[in-house]
């Protein structure tokens, strides 16, 4: 019998593989797709801290973001420019190869095209079901994104709060600073977003959308309004969809289970934004793993410390970011511009200077309620 099945291979599910094998711990992990890194879903935009902080491969990385440029319904433009790189853009599909070289190196036996389509637990261990035949271990990792079948399965529930989204990368004639773009006609309650990206010599966009429903349609109305600036074939391609937690499960543990990255709604409800707490739940799994493993103790009870760690990180971060959230889905447009026109006009942007990171939202988030102005229109508008 294993000691951990994986289940997914995107960076979360890679990253907790790489450090259980690491540590001498017979660990595999299932795939669904032929090949780990396709297809991307992923914008590709990470925090420059994060090379660092988990000690990743620099290969994949693609360019520096540096400025922002946000875009109200009614075209007001306001830039922002942090004047120091906290966010980069990586090339997914070779982020995800490089964690896969990693963890193979480390002793990791990876499964592609291997569906898990059911999972069992018992007193036993855990069956996970495949099309090439069953996997038994004696715990499991849920690390197969936004994608909660086996959750009902198991009894872990799903996240509160869902966006669509669709997004593609296309060729660009012109590139420019990210641009992210608000409103009920490109995308309600959530926004648009393009980023350049730098390929060697071909310069590209990526372009995309969050939104309530219809994402294919809100897509095409974003790419029509910047198709000229950023010099694009809006019909080129189609968009790829998916489907965008933004809430953390009710639980993330079990009997011999645990449920990292996407998988577990650990993504930034402001942005939706997921690599970073990937890899930061993944580490942690894998280090309560480490020492519930070798003494077989991995009932419910023994491996609840791992909600316990990434709660005490993150879940302050959260609820500020939910927050947030659930004021922006009640958002006029009218509400919108008249945040447009505070950020313009009365001192918003120093506030934004001085609190903004690209990982950590909640000091932004509190001081902007607190200022006068701001906090004046969420009373009024929004019954704050």
């Not at 910047?226 to 993330?252: C, F, H, M, N, Y």
Request: a positive charge; hydrophobic letters at 45%; aromatic letters at 6%.
């Amino acid at each position: 019998m294993l000691d951990v099945a994986i289940i997914g291979g995107g960076p979360a599910g890679l990253y907790a593989g790489a450090r259980l094998a690491a540590a001498g711990f017979h660990t595999v992990l299932l795939e669904e797709h032929p090949a780990v890194g396709d297809p991307v879903h992923c914008t590709g935009v990470l925090a420059a801290e994060a090379f660092q902080e988990f000690n990743l491969s620099r290969r994949s990385l693609l360019n520096e973001l540096t400025t922002a440029r946000f875009w109200s319904p009614a075209g007001v433009q306001v830039s922002y420019s942090s004047g120091r790189v906290e966010a980069v853009v990586v090339d997914r599909r070779a982020f995800d190869q490089e964690l896969s070289a990693t963890a193979l190196q480390a002793g990791l036996v990876v499964q592609e095209g291997a569906r898990a389509s059911a999972l069992q637990i018992d007193r036993k261990g855990v069956t996970v079901k495949t099309a090439n035949g069953d996997i038994q271990a004696r715990v499991a990792i849920l690390a197969c994104g936004a994608n909660y079948a086996l959750h009902r399965q198991v009894g872990l529930g799903m996240p509160r709060m869902f966006l669509n989204t669709a997004q593609i990368e296309l060729p660009a004639r012109h590139l420019g600073d990210v641009e992210l773009h608000f409103g009920s006609e490109i995308a309600p309650k959530g926004f648009g977003w393009v980023v350049p990206v730098v390929r060697n010599t071909q310069q590209c966009a990526r372009i995309g959308v969050m939104c309530e429903s219809e994402a294919p349609r809100y897509f095409d109305r974003l790419a029509a309004r910047v198709s000229g600036r950023w010099g694009i074939d809006e019909s080129a391609l189609r968009p790829r969809q998916k489907v965008l937690p933004l809430a953390p499960l009710p639980r993330t543990y079990g009997d011999r289970l645990l449920a990292i990255g996407d998988a577990a709604g650990l993504v930034k409800p402001t942005t939706g934004g997921g690599i970073y707490y990937s890899l930061l739940s993944a580490a942690l799994a894998a280090d309560v793993l480490g020492q519930a493993l070798p003494k077989n103790e991995l009932t419910a009870d023994k491996l609840a410390p791992y909600e316990h760690l990434w709660r005490e990180r993150l879940s302050a971060e959260f609820q500020a970011q939910i927050k947030l959230r659930l004021v922006a889905h009640r958002m006029s447009d009218a509400d919108i511009e008249a945040l447009f026109e505070l950020a313009r006009t009365d001192g918003v942007m120093p506030i934004v200077r001085r609190t903004a990171t690209f990982n950590r939202h909640r000091q932004l988030i509190l001081e902007l309620l607190k200022h006068p102005p701001v906090r004046q229109l969420v009373l009024r508008r929004l019954a704050f």
